[in-house]
């Protein structure tokens, strides 16, 4: 038996066996795929730090949705079908950085660089889904941990794109 699921544009497929239940969406990201740019902190859903974002469309409305959700508590069993964008989806140095990448860049918000994935992709699922305004980056901005506690220019980095 087998799950199929899209990560950024390209397809994986994925045989039950190979995996166990407890087999994170983290996990299979950092560990089996080698894409470290998602991190993996608390592990119990608290930090933020392995926010990826899930995409699909509403089938009412034909609306495109993107969900960010914490990878380290989805089982990698239930990824069946899903659409899936890590940090390294939506910018690199080779095909240049995402605004909100750059932006946090910018505004020297990426400090010691742990939670800045997490922080950008929470940001990423707000931006796409055109809710980027400053109570939406307020209330999203709770589910994210920065060690550094140097909240302020990550803040100021996210709300100078608010619309
Ligand atoms: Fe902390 Fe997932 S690793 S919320």
């Given at each position: 038996q087998q799950i199929k699921f899209h990560l950024q544009d390209k397809e994986y497929t994925v045989n039950v066996e190979e995996v166990t239940p407890n087999t994170s969406l983290n996990t299979y990201i950092r560990k089996?795929?080698?894409?470290?740019?998602t991190k993996g902190v608390?592990?119990?859903?608290?930090?933020?730090?392995?926010i990826v974002v899930l995409y699909s469309k509403d089938?009412?409305?034909?609306k495109d949705i993107y969900l960010a959700v914490n990878?380290?508590?989805?089982?990698?069993?239930?990824?069946?079908g899903w659409r899936i964008y890590t940090?390294?989806?939506?910018?690199?140095p080779v095909k240049g950085y995402h605004v909100i990448q750059q932006t946090l860049a910018n505004f020297n918000g990426?400090?010691?660089?742990?939670c800045s994935p997490g922080m950008v992709m929470n940001m990423y699922a707000l931006y796409e889904s055109g809710k980027l305004t400053m109570k939406e980056v307020e209330n999203a901005f709770g589910g994210n941990i920065c060690r550094c506690t140097g909240y302020r220019p990550i803040l100021s980095a996210f709300k100078s794109l608010c619309t």
């Open positions: 089996t795929l080698q894409l470290t740019g608390c592990h119990e859903g608290g930090c933020g730090a392995c089938v009412n409305t034909d990878s380290c508590l989805i089982p990698l069993l239930s990824c069946n940090i390294e989806g939506i910018g690199d990426t400090q010691c660089g742990v």
